[in-house]
């Protein structure tokens, strides 16, 4: 298996644009997560997704960030309108379960910068 | 409240040394998981271990090793003989409850020097 593919790698914004970052999970892994990188809040948990269901977005930061999972192959997360703050590297992650006997294995990262 | 804490914020050895990244945690919760994940400079995180809260018993894997104390509530990692391969940001986390939160610490950025 190719592993989490995120797209795009790299992304360069111009602030109030809309950005959409891709996922696309391990086959046959029924959660998903999107974690957000930056210095300042190091890792942190964006959105949960369990059998396409978004189960917790208690860490989406505000209403301009939105994450859907249309099927189980693919997740977007959309930040509208972006700002110069949502600036970070988010990650895809994904797993076989929702129990933890099951590590997260996670993407590459989107590198995301708002100018 | 659920934390975790990696104290050491930067380690810089020299390679063949030997090296331990600390990390404690807290929870409430009587079972929880914890993890290290590995971030090379290329960027990705990279799973290391996974150990269960009702398993104390030290874990060796090749250079790697890893202590879990429930005692002290912490999970500590130690890489022998360092390499240069191993320079890295390390994060331990802690996975509880049922929401399929993990929580990470801030992580230790290992610089291996030859």
């Known amino acids: 298996d190719a592993g989490v593919i995120q797209s795009p790698r790299h992304e360069v914004t111009e602030m109030g644009q809309e950005v959409t970052l891709r996922c696309k999970p391990i086959?046959?892994?029924?959660?998903l997560f999107w974690y957000r990188q930056t210095m300042m809040r190091g890792l942190e948990l964006l959105i949960y997704f369990n059998n396409n269901v978004p189960i917790d977005d208690s860490g989406m930061p505000e209403d301009r960030f939105s994450a859907k999972m249309p099927n189980a192959s693919f997740s977007t997360l959309k930040i509208q309108p972006s700002e110069p703050r949502d600036s970070a590297v988010y990650f895809c992650?994904?797993?076989?379960?929702?129990?933890?006997?099951?590590?997260?294995?996670f993407g590459q990262g989107t590198r995301l910068t708002v100018v | 409240a659920q934390k975790v804490t990696q104290a050491q914020t930067e380690i810089s050895v020299v390679e063949k040394e030997d090296v331990t990244l600390d990390c404690v945690y807290e929870t409430r919760d009587t079972t929880y998981y914890l993890f290290w994940y590995k971030q090379p400079p290329s960027g990705e995180l990279v799973f290391l271990i996974r150990r269960n809260s009702f398993d104390e018993q030290n874990e060796i894997s090749g250079r790697y090793s890893w202590n879990f104390q429930k005692s002290t509530s912490s999970f500590n990692f130690t890489i022998t003989a360092s390499q240069v391969v191993d320079s890295a940001v390390y994060f331990c986390a802690l996975g509880s409850g049922n929401t399929g939160k993990l929580i990470f610490g801030q992580g230790t950025t290992l610089q291996v020097k030859p």
């Open positions: 992650a994904s797993s076989l379960g929702t129990g933890w006997d099951t590590e997260a294995f």
């Open positions: 086959s046959g892994h029924n959660s």
